[in-house]
């Protein structure tokens, strides 16, 4: 039997807005912190980038736009959190490294992240766990699927 289609879009009301009140969750942490959320983005990227990453690498691996990365470049800069270096071969472009300072920070708020993904994971029954990674991943990738087969469409 097939599930109507207006029970469909009760749930994805219900997804989406649960995703929007896990955001506010991740903000509400990272405000606790003197942080905003895309800071915290562009410390998971820079975490993977211990050696440096350009302005226009972060932007596209936090998914942010470039004058949305310059405003956070600028943030974590005025906090003493991260530094904009000359590129070591092309001075044109500019490297981005966490600060001492900013590797501390970087490392609490990233483990506090993660601590509480963990703990609210585990309380899931093992099976549970495993089912909510099949059907969000599945679910995911046919979003992005046809998302994108839509915006391609439309050009």
């Not at 410390?43 to 998914?63: D, I, K, M, Q």
């Not at 956070?72 to 490294?97: G, S, Y």
Request: aromatic share 6%; glycine share 2%.
């Amino acid at each position: 039997m097939e599930i109507p289609r207006q029970t469909q879009q009760q749930w994805l009301k219900a997804c989406f807005s649960a995703w929007k009140q896990t955001d506010a969750a991740y903000s509400k942490l990272a405000r606790s912190r003197n942080l905003s959320l895309n800071m915290v983005w562009a410390f998971e990227c820079l975490s993977e980038h211990p050696e440096g990453v350009e302005p226009a690498v972060l932007a596209e691996e936090t998914n942010m736009l470039r004058q949305t990365t310059t405003v956070v470049l600028n943030d974590l800069e005025k906090q003493e959190l991260a530094t904009r270096e000359f590129h070591p071969t092309d001075r044109r472009k500019k490297v981005i490294r966490l600060t001492p300072k900013g590797e501390a920070v970087c490392r609490e708020i990233l483990d506090a992240i993660a601590q509480a993904e963990l703990d609210a994971l585990s309380e899931l029954r093992d099976e549970d766990q495993r089912r909510l990674f099949e059907l969000t991943t599945g679910f995911c990738r046919a979003l992005v699927d046809k998302l994108s087969r839509a915006s391609d469409r439309e050009r």
